[in-house]
């Protein structure tokens, strides 16, 4: 069972967790520390899986306790839980947390966050991968787009809209940017998932911060890059978003449900980027048998890895708190027949464009393993019938160019 440990110096608000997290005792064990210092001493004692801390505490305070932590136990998904929102510190604590949830906190959002955390601790099976996207602080960037938006942050005459038209072109910028608003790192009331809205309720002197100071975004290695055909991959998701925009768009979504369409599509292959920063020389050895058996990538990635480019993206997203329908189209776009939930149409979409794309790559010479579409899925849901016309659409839209969101 799932170890979590909050942390406070304050009693009355351990008292209340404990009130609070009964309901929950059959879905975690959960510890309680009144400081820095006896919450290191159940980490010597005992594995924490999830650790919730308040940051203003005595002698050891929040930001050290996730500092040790984060060095001693890269495993443990982080999440801060406090009423001190000082914009320094909250920046200071963006490389050593997962998330943010302010004080005081609905208890159904309390437990909603810690059920997720729970759920996403089980996503990426073997340790090794845990504690690698535990420890993430940046995702590399294509390299253009990256001395992009450096350029411009140091532009006099800078504009929010174009730092965040240049994010929304790129997967890494574009999931660090949704981590850090959809927090409560800056008080922020509402989800967003268009990047370029994000940048601008962030502002640019924040985005400058983060970016030239903090340096969350960084550029891929040009080398390995090449070596491993990696620019492909940016290719790729830039045009399953656009599909996926089109098939919601024809489904009749509602707006922000259709507008979120690119942004699933953009962010639904981050895993493979994980696993090509973090393990360059595996990793390029199952794209190449991939490339040169025909073997879907993610059947080969769970065989080596213990889990798959999906599952490693989701595991990401969930533990950052973005939202559900981004980790749902990332966690279950090779094999939708396994989720069932709210979000059917937009993992539909999201796997109809993954295939279709694909097949349109392949034709262009791109070597790229055939993904089929689950047929029996989409008849399932009523959508087998449209599927040829939104293959039609789909490769005069790619023949045209994708624009971006």
Not at 88 to 107: M, N, V, W, Y
Not at 179 to 197: A, E, H, Y
Not at 317 to 344: C, K, N, S
Request: aromatic letters at 8%; glycine letters at 6%.
């Amino acid at each position: 069972m799932t170890a979590v440990l909050f942390v406070d110096d304050d009693a009355n608000i351990l008292n209340g967790l404990r009130r609070m997290l009964r309901s929950m005792r059959n879905e975690c064990d959960v510890l309680f520390a009144d400081s820095g210092a006896a919450a290191l001493k159940i980490f010597s004692e005992s594995t924490i899986d999830v650790l919730i801390t308040d940051l203003r505490m005595p002698a050891m305070d929040g930001v050290k306790l996730l500092e040790e932590v984060s060095r001693k136990y890269p495993g443990t998904v982080r999440i801060i839980l406090s009423g001190y929102a000082d914009r320094e510190i909250s920046l200071r604590t963006i490389g050593l947390a997962h998330q943010f949830l302010s004080k005081p906190c609905d208890d159904a959002f309390l437990k909603n966050a810690l059920r997720r955390a729970i759920t996403q601790h089980h996503l990426a099976s073997a340790p090794d991968l845990q504690k690698v996207v535990s420890q993430l602080h940046t995702l590399p960037s294509l390299p253009d787009l990256y001395y992009q938006i450096v350029s411009e942050l140091n532009n006099p005459n800078a504009s929010s809209r174009r730092v965040g038209e240049i994010v929304s072109r790129d997967m890494s910028m574009t999931a660090r940017v949704l981590q850090l608003v959809n927090s409560s790192f800056f008080g922020i009331p509402t989800r967003v998932v268009d990047p370029v809205q994000a940048t601008t309720m962030l502002g640019l002197e924040t985005v400058r911060d983060l970016a030239l100071s903090l340096h969350i975004f960084s550029q891929f290695n040009e080398t390995l890059l090449a070596e491993m055909q990696l620019d492909t991959l940016w290719e790729h998701v830039l045009r399953v978003g656009a599909v996926t925009k089109m098939i919601l768009k024809d489904l009749n979504m509602p707006p922000k449900r259709r507008e979120a369409g690119f942004i699933l599509g953009l962010l639904h292959d981050l895993g493979k980027l994980i696993l090509a920063q973090n393990m360059s020389g595996p990793y390029q050895r199952v794209l190449e048998k991939s490339r040169s058996e025909g073997i879907p990538l993610h059947i080969l990635e769970k065989d080596v890895f213990g889990a798959s480019h999906s599952d490693i993206g989701a595991y990401l997203f969930g533990i950052w708190g973005l939202d559900e329908v981004v980790m749902i189209a990332t966690a279950y776009h090779h094999e939708p027949r396994f989720y069932v939930g709210d979000y059917q149409y937009e993992l539909a979409a999201v796997h109809i464009a993954n295939s279709l794309v694909t097949e349109f790559e392949r034709d262009k010479g791109v070597a790229a393993v055939d993904l089929p579409v689950d047929m029996d899925y989409l008849t399932n849901l009523g959508l087998a019938v449209q599927f040829e016309t939104w293959r039609q659409s789909a490769w005069k839209l790619l023949k045209e160019g994708v624009k971006y969101a």
